[in-house]
């Protein structure tokens, strides 16, 4: 079982930076690949990032390569994803999710993590 809480979210100019975090209980946090997931307001959620338990391997969306960089820290139970060159269609609701069986399932697909947080808003401004 894992619980993850997020943070970081918030209104940011056009432009700006952010750095998300997710907090994650559970003895087993570094068996599980975990991932970022955004949605807004009137659209399914969508992958944005993922990360392979050992930390070798990140997957990204192509809307996000190259402004968004995702990364965990195994001893502090901490995924991160430091989102950069924001733009207004990045606006949504940033969820961290958790999947022991991701990496088989497929890290993009919303479904192969049965654990998620409550979410963080990213609001950017034009």
């Known amino acids: 079982q894992v619980q993850l809480v997020e943070s970081g979210g918030g209104l940011v100019q056009a432009g700006g930076s952010l750095r998300l975090s997710c907090t994650a209980s559970?003895?087993?946090?570094?068996?599980?690949?975990m991932g970022w997931f955004r949605q807004a307001p009137g659209k399914e959620r969508e992958f944005v990032a993922a990360?392979?338990?050992?930390?070798?391997?990140?997957y990204y969306a192509d809307s996000v390569k190259g402004r968004f960089i995702i990364s965990r820290d195994n001893a502090k139970n901490m995924v991160y994803l430091q989102i950069s060159s924001l733009k207004p269609e990045d606006t949504a609701a940033y969820y961290c999710?958790?999947?022991?069986?991701?990496?088989?399932?497929?890290?993009?697909?919303?479904?192969?993590?049965?654990?998620w947080g409550q979410g963080t808003q990213v609001t950017v401004s034009s």
């Open positions: 559970g003895r087993t946090f570094s068996s599980y690949a």
């Open positions: 990360i392979r338990w050992t930390g070798g391997s990140t």
């Open positions: 999710a958790a999947g022991l069986n991701a990496q088989a399932m497929g890290l993009t697909n919303p479904s192969s993590y049965p654990y």
